[in-house]
């Protein structure tokens, strides 16, 4: 048990922990809002360093490591690709696995991706000895426990987080120590297509739903629009600031949920101040590593789990892409899957990908004849249930591959509805209604 008063006296700088770090180790990195910043940089000062690879989620802040003059030196593995790794990825100066979120814990617990180092960012310890992994559990808890060293960055400002968020102050064998702000994001802006996906998404939530969702403008603009709802819960991969009103209304009250009734359920939070501190020690709130969160099992327990997740294109037989861009890497599979097939085993579940009909400046159709070349099918279209735009939601579940392109179709913006039927005639699937109402 460590003192309440003088566990600080053993406090090393960054420079002396990341100097423990062995040659050639495999290292993994806590992310998100948790991301050891200082940790990180230190490690990157250190020039004699060589030979290392660096499991990660998505990282928030700077990646020095994977700048090009240090690229030789440091390999990133992201089990989640960020906008900070994607031009490394693309340049083949860093690796992505695609897997599950909810099979990660175990490829650290089982050997296959073993761990020399975990660099964490932790709470300060309590007078029980333990710190917490703070804002996000995901796959950091397996990574704390399997790693043969524990290396931390114990920031006075990372919030207390309950559920299974402990972590010995003994297991950890360095740490520095920081008080400094978590790494914020802002919500994102809601635009008038956001607003009308949101309102349809949120037609289709039940009373008493169990939400999952994301961070980001759609789903801000479904939980704004959810305020005549009664009874609803959390149980999540994670959540963001959109989420506080619904709380704070007494709209979102876990009552109705079978597993961990009364608390909200995570993995891991990012957002702003406000929703750090609101997490802050709270037993309303619990943090669960992502195998137990995105356990599909688990997830269908609950009745009426809403999962409502985005995609980058959907092609016309219903598959989902959701983590490149052709070839490119963009993001990662992620809990997508989890969820989808969590909700749709869920009594009365509402399984959701919800997307705008078109992306970019140059106006390019999300609806798609077929998937780009290489792009990776996080969600198949034998699990694909509701596909919600701006101008529609359809559930393509139980629909043959004609009826589901005509449905998608509907949705499709109306620019591109005739270069869809015409696309889909060539393809010689399907034969379907065209927007004249001749056959084609």
């Not at 920031?155 to 360095?174: K, L």
Request: hydrophobic share 45%.
């Amino acid at each position: 048990m460590v003192r309440e008063q003088g566990w600080e006296e053993r406090a090393q700088s960054a420079e002396a922990v990341a100097g423990l770090i062995p040659h050639a180790a495999r290292v993994f990195v806590h992310g998100a809002a948790a991301t050891p910043t200082p940790l990180l940089e230190a490690m990157v000062r250190r020039r004699d360093l060589e030979g290392v690879r660096l499991y990660h989620l998505h990282l928030m802040g700077p990646a020095p490591f994977a700048a090009p003059e240090h690229r030789s030196r440091f390999r990133s593995v992201s089990l989640f690709t960020g906008a900070n790794l994607r031009g490394a990825v693309a340049d083949g100066d860093a690796d992505f696995i695609p897997v599950f979120l909810s099979d990660i814990p175990g490829l650290f617990r089982d050997g296959q991706l073993p761990l020399d180092v975990a660099l964490l960012q932790v709470s300060p310890p309590d007078r029980h000895g333990l710190c917490t992994l703070g804002t996000s559990v995901d796959t950091a808890r397996a990574a704390s426990e399997s790693a043969r060293l524990v290396f931390a960055e114990i920031n006075r400002q990372m919030p207390r987080t309950h559920g299974a968020t402990a972590i010995p102050f003994e297991r950890i064998a360095a740490f520095t120590l920081a008080d400094r702000p978590l790494l914020s994001m802002q919500p994102a802006e809601i635009g008038t297509v956001e607003a009308e996906i949101g309102e349809r998404v949120a037609r289709l939530v039940p009373h008493g739903g169990c939400l999952q969702m994301g961070i980001g403008a759609i789903p801000d603009a479904v939980l704004a629009r959810l305020g005549d709802k009664l009874e609803l819960g959390i149980h999540t991969e994670m959540f963001s600031d959109g989420v506080l009103p619904l709380l704070e209304a007494g709209v979102i009250t876990n009552r109705k949920k079978t597993i961990h009734p009364g608390r909200s359920v995570t993995s891991f939070v990012m957002g702003s101040r406000a929703l750090y501190d609101f997490v802050d020690d709270n037993p309303g709130v619990e943090f669960h590593p992502c195998d137990r969160t995105n356990d599909t099992a688990m997830l269908a327990k609950n009745d009426a789990v809403v999962a409502i997740n985005s995609a980058i294109e959907v092609d016309l037989s219903g598959q989902v892409c959701a983590d490149s861009i052709g070839l490119r890497v963009y993001s990662g599979i992620g809990g997508q899957m989890d969820f989808i097939r969590g909700a749709a085993r869920s009594r009365g579940g509402v399984p959701i990908i919800a997307l705008p009909s078109m992306a970019g400046s140059q106006g390019c159709s999300r609806i798609v004849p077929t998937l780009k070349t290489g792009a990776g099918v996080v969600t198949t279209r034998g699990h694909v249930h509701w596909v919600v735009t701006e101008y529609g939601a359809v559930n393509l579940h139980g629909l043959t591959l004609r009826e589901r392109a005509e449905a998608l179709i509907s949705v499709a913006h109306p620019d591109v509805r005739a270069e869809l039927c015409a696309a889909v005639a060539e393809l010689r699937h399907y034969i379907i209604g065209n927007p004249g109402g001749t056959r084609v």
